[in-house]
C-alpha cells in the first residue's frame, strides 16, 4: 500500500490531461490522441508519486529517468511535463507537431524539450534504451561509489518507462528484456499500456500470447492491473495503480519489473473508445465536445486550464526540491569523503579526457612496426586495451564476437552479477567493464545509447560489419540524437575469407555514410587507427562514429606514421606528387590470394594521387548545414556537435535538407534507371 491518496483535484489534473491532449492533437490537425487521452492516469501517477524528478533542474544527477517508449503518444508526456513546471508551457502545447520552431514535436527529441530523456519514435527502442540506462547508472555507480549499499548512494536512481503493444511485439524488446533480467536490473519499471489496439485494430490478431508469462520467463517480476472493471464499466482507479506499483518495487528488488495496465484507448471520448482510429488521427470536433461535456469542460473552448488542479499538480516541483536539497547533502558528504572519485567525477560530466590519454596512444605508436602487416581489427583491439588504462569510463563488447571484433578488454571482469560466471567467463562482477550482449546486436546499440543517455560513461559495441544491419535503426538513433556511440565493425570487406557471400559487406559502407552525423571511418593502417580513436575521443564534437576495420592484415605505412595524426582530422594524406586527390573507396587493399603483395597501385598511372581520407566528414568532405535550432537542455558531458545537417527539417519552415542526397525526380530507383 501507498499513501497516495487521489485527490479530487488529482481527478481534476488527469480530466484536464486528457482535454489537452485533445485539443493539442486537433489544433496541429493530426497526431495521435488516444493512448495520451487513457494514458493520462498512468503518467500522472508516476510524475506525481513515483518519479524522483526536480523540474527545475531536468539534468540533476540524482534524478529517476523516464522514457516513453511509445514516442507517438508523446503528448502523454508533454502534458505531464507542462503540469510539473518543467518549462513546457500552454504555447508549447498549442504548438505541437508545429514544424521546426516546435518544443514539442510529433516524437519526444532528446535535447529539445526538457525532461525528454531520450528521442523515441522508432517503437521497442525506448524499452530496449531504457534497460541501457539501468546498466549506465548500474556501471557508473560501481565506478563512483562502489561500496555504498547501492539505494544510499547519491548515484542510485531508478528507470521508469511506458511501452505499448507495438514495443512489445518488436523483437527488441524481447531480446533486451532477456538480457535485463539476467543482469538484475531491479531499478527497471516497465508500464505496459495493454488497450489492445494498433493502428491496423485488435491486437489479438498479432499478438497472442500471455506477453506477461513470456516476461516471467525471461526472469522479470510482472503483475497486472485493469481499469476495465469486471462489470465492463471503467474506472481509472489510481490508488490501485500505485499500490502495484509500491508492490512490486518491494517485492523484487533485482528483478526488472513488467507492470500491465488494461486500459481502453481514448477513454471516454465518445465514439473513439477503444476504436483504433483514435490511435494515429485527431479525433475530430464532434467527438472531442463530447469529451470535453463528459469531462466537465466547455466544449467551445479549448485549452482551457484548470488552475486549481494545475496549481496542484505543480507542487511535484516543490517536492523534487526537496528531495534534490536531501541528495545534495549526501551528495557532498560523498565528495568530502572520496576526492578522488570527485575528481573522476568532475572530469567524466565535463565530458574530459583523462590526463594519460594521449600518452597511451603515443606509446602503442611507438610498437607499431613500419612495414608489418597488421590488421586494423587487431590494431583497434590494442588501442581500446591501451585506452582503457586510462579510461576507467570506457566500457563495452560484443555481440558474440569478440575474440574476432578485438573488443576484449584484457583482464577486465565482465559487467554480470557473479552468479552468471561461467567457464569462459569466471570473473563476473556487477560493475565490470566487459560488456556480452549475446547475438543482439540491436539490442547493443540500443543499450549502448541508454548508456550514452543515462550516464557519462563512454560504451562501445563490435560485430561483424556484415551484421551491422542488424543495429542499423539504433545507429541512426544514436546519430539523431548527437551521442557519441562507438560502434567497432571488422571484418570489413569482401576480404572476410571462406564465409561467403552472407558474411561480405558490400552496400554498407555506402549506406552508413549515407546516415547524416554518423561519423564512418575506415582506417588504412594501424597508425591511422590509433589516429582515428584519438581523434574521436577528443573532440568536443559528440557524434557517434563507427570504426570500419579489416579482418585481414594491411602493412604498417611509413607515410601514416608521420601524417596520420593530422591527416584523420583534416585534408586527405598524400603518399606522392601533389596532383588531384582521388579518394579510394576500397583502400585499404584487398590480400590476393596470390600474386605480389602489396599488389601494383593502380593509381600512378592516371592523372591523380591516392588520398587517404578515413573519416569523410572529418575531413570535411561531406558538407553540413548549420542546425536550425539549437538543441537546449543536454548535460555537459553530451554536447551538439558545432554544426549540423538539416535533420530536423520538419514541417514548413525549414529548407530541404541538403546534407543527404536527394533522389534523382527521374529516377526513383537509380539500379532500375541506369539498367534501362
Ligand atoms: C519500428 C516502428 N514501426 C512502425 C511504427 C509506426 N507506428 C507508430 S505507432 C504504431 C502502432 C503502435 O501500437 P501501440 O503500441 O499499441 O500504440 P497505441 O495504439 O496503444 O497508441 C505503429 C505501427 C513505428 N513508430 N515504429
Not at 513470456?214 to 472493471?229: C, L, M, N, P, V
Not at 481509472?236 to 502495484?244: Q, R, T
Not at 613500419?370 to 587487431?378: E, N
Not at 605505412?557 to 582530422?569: C, F, P, S, W
Amino acid at each position: 500500500m501507498t499513501e497516495f491518496k487521489e485527490t479530487e483535484l488529482d481527478e481534476r489534473a488527469i480530466k484536464m490531461a486528457k482535454v489537452l491532449s485533445a485539443d493539442a492533437v486537433e489544433k496541429a490537425g493530426s497526431g495521435h490522441p488516444g493512448s495520451p487521452i487513457s494514458l493520462a492516469p498512468v503518467a500522472y501517477t508516476l510524475y506525481q508519486h513515483f518519479i524522483k524528478h526536480d523540474p527545475n533542474d531536468p539534468n540533476w544527477e540524482g534524478r529517476d529517468r523516464f522514457i516513453l517508449s511509445g514516442g507517438h503518444a508523446s503528448l502523454t508526456q508533454y502534458v505531464q511535463l507542462y503540469f510539473s513546471g518543467y518549462g513546457v508551457t500552454l504555447d508549447d502545447l498549442k504548438h505541437f507537431r508545429g514544424g521546426a520552431d516546435t518544443r514539442t514535436p510529433g516524437h519526444p527529441e532528446y535535447g529539445l524539450t526538457p525532461g525528454i530523456e531520450m528521442t523515441t519514435g522508432p517503437l521497442g527502442q525506448g524499452f530496449a534504451s531504457a534497460i541501457g540506462f539501468a546498466y549506465g547508472e548500474r556501471f557508473q555507480r560501481g565506478l563512483l561509489d562502489p561500496n555504498t549499499p547501492k539505494e544510499e548512494s547519491p548515484f542510485y536512481h531508478k528507470i521508469w518507462a511506458i511501452c505499448g503493444e507495438g514495443d512489445i511485439e518488436e523483437g527488441i524488446s524481447g531480446e533486451a528484456a532477456s538480457l535485463a533480467a539476467n543482469q538484475k536490473l531491479g531499478n527497471l519499471t516497465v508500464i505496459f499500456d495493454a488497450n489492445r489496439i494498433q493502428i491496423e485494430g485488435d491486437t489479438n490478431l498479432v499478438l497472442a500470447e500471455d506477453v506477461l508469462k513470456r516476461f516471467q520467463a525471461y526472469g522479470w517480476y510482472t503483475d497486472e492491473f485493469s481499469f476495465i472493471q469486471p462489470d465492463g464499466s471503467y474506472k481509472e482507479d489510481i490508488e490501485g495503480l500505485a499500490d502495484v506499483i509500491a508492490k512490486a518495487e518491494a517485492a523484487a528488488p533485482d528483478q526488472p519489473k513488467l507492470i500491465k495496465v488494461h486500459s481502453l484507448i481514448a477513454w471516454p471520448t465518445p465514439g473513439k473508445t477503444n476504436d483504433p482510429s483514435s490511435h494515429g488521427s485527431k479525433l475530430g470536433a464532434e467527438a472531442v465536445a463530447g469529451l470535453k461535456k463528459l469531462l466537465g469542460y466547455d466544449p467551445e473552448e479549448s485549452f482551457h486550464v484548470d488552475e486549481e488542479a494545475l496549481a496542484h499538480a505543480r507542487k511535484v516541483a516543490e517536492r523534487g526540491l526537496e528531495a534534490h536539497k536531501e541528495w545534495d547533502e549526501k551528495f557532498d558528504a560523498w565528495r568530502k569523503a572520496n576526492p578522488d572519485k570527485a575528481a573522476l567525477y568532475d572530469r567524466l560530466k565535463a565530458g574530459e579526457l583523462p590526463e594519460g590519454f594521449d600518452k597511451a596512444i603515443d606509446d602503442l605508436e611507438a610498437t607499431f612496426e613500419v612495414g608489418k602487416g597488421v590488421a586494423t581489427r587487431g590494431a583497434s583491439g590494442s588501442v581500446l586495451n591501451a585506452i582503457a588504462a586510462v579510461m576507467p569510463e570506457l566500457w563495452g563488447g560484443s555481440a558474440d564476437l569478440g575474440g574476432s571484433n578485438k573488443t576484449d578488454l584484457k583482464g577486465a571482469a565482465t559487467f554480470a552479477p557473479a552468479e552468471c560466471a561461467t567457464a569462459q567467463w569466471p570473473n563476473c562482477n556487477e560493475f565490470g567493464r566487459q560488456l556480452h550482449f549475446g547475438v543482439r546486436e540491436f539490442t547493443m546499440g540500443c543499450i549502448t545509447n541508454g548508456i550514452l543517455l543515462g550516464s557519462h560513461t563512454r560504451p562501445f559495441g563490435g560485430t561483424f560489419f556484415m551484421f551491422s544491419d542488424y543495429e542499423r535503426s539504433a545507429v541512426r538513433l544514436a546519430a539523431l540524437m548527437e551521442i557519441p556511440n562507438l560502434y567497432i565493425w571488422s571484418h570489413d570487406s569482401v576480404a572476410v575469407g571462406e564465409d561467403g557471400p552472407t558474411h561480405q559487406p558490400i552496400e554498407h559502407l555506402a549506406s552508413f555514410r549515407a546516415i547524416p552525423q554518423l561519423e564512418v571511418i575506415r582506417p588504412a593502417d594501424a597508425f591511422e587507427t590509433a589516429e582515428a580513436y584519438r581523434y574521436f575521443f577528443e573532440k568536443k564534437n559528440t557524434l557517434p562514429g563507427a570504426m570500419v576495420l579489416t579482418r585481414q592484415g594491411v602493412p604498417v605505412l611509413a607515410e601514416t606514421a608521420a601524417k596520420a595524426k593530422d591527416g584523420v582530422r583534416k585534408a586527405p594524406t598524400s603518399w606522392s606528387t601533389p596532383r588531384a586527390p582521388r579518394t579510394s573507396s576500397f583502400w585499404p587493399p584487398v590480400p590476393r590470394s596470390s600474386g605480389p603483395w602489396p599488389p601494383p597501385r593502380p593509381w600512378p598511372t592516371r592523372a591523380s594521387r591516392p588520398a587517404s581520407s578515413p573519416c569523410r566528414p572529418w575531413s570535411g568532405s561531406r558538407s553540413r548545414t548549420p542546425s536550425t535550432r539549437r538543441p537546449c537542455f543536454r548535460p555537459p558531458s553530451r554536447p551538439a556537435s558545432p554544426s549540423r545537417p538539416a535533420w530536423r527539417c520538419r514541417g514548413t519552415s525549414t529548407s530541404a535538407p541538403t546534407a543527404s542526397p536527394s533522389p534523382s525526380s527521374s529516377s526513383a530507383c537509380r539500379a532500375t534507371a541506369r539498367r534501362t
